[in-house]
């Protein structure tokens, strides 16, 4: 997993132009839900940010990645995406995704993708559940704040 996560975001981020001035949303501050953790990073659902009106869900995941990845030298801790869900279709759109080091300085700024089909049994899935149907996680696993989802990354990598 470490391994796969560091590559994801590498060639994701590598692959985009970054925008030229960086406007970026602050790190999320508040509830954060963990949908899919491992070794090497968690993807988990920004609670206070995401919500459904009508088929479409407003959503905002913050992927924690641990070890980090680099991008141009620097550190890429967390990944804020902002997706916009069709619930009934089954497709998300990126908004936005935005990468930070460990004290919350943007490194890089990607832009808007066009909708794509979610992939079954991935973490967007179950994310889709959560947001567009009202489904409650097995085990719940909630931390306050990129900092305590950082933490909860760190304790599963020393198992």
């Known amino acids: 997993m470490k391994a796969l996560a560091a ?3 590498a060639s994701v ?7 030229a001035e960086p406007q970026a949303p602050p790190l999320p501050s508040g509830r954060l839900q963990g949908i899919s953790m491992g070794n090497g990073g968690g993807w988990f659902l920004v609670l206070d940010q995401s919500k459904k009106a009508g088929e479409t869900a407003d959503v905002w995941t913050l992927l ?15 990944s804020l995406t902002h997706l916009n869900i069709a619930c009934q279709a089954r497709t998300t759109t990126e908004l936005g995704t935005y990468a930070y080091d460990e004290g919350g300085g943007v490194v890089v700024i990607l832009p ?13 899935e179950f994310m889709a559940r959560v947001v567009c149907d009202g ?8 931390v306050a704040g990129p900092a305590q989802a950082l933490q909860a990354i760190r304790t599963i990598n020393r198992r």
């Not at 641990?66 to 141009?72: K, L, T």
């Not at 808007?112 to 967007?124: D, E, G, M, T, V």
């Open 7 to 9: 590559l994801a975001v």
């Open 13 to 19: 981020f590598a692959a985009q132009p970054a925008v």
């Open 64 to 78: 924690v990645l641990d070890p980090p990845s680099s991008i141009d030298g620097r550190d890429v801790v967390y």
């Open 112 to 124: 808007q993708n066009p909708a794509a089909p979610i992939k079954p049994r991935s973490a967007f």
């Open 135 to 142: 489904e409650q996680p097995p085990t719940p696993n909630f």
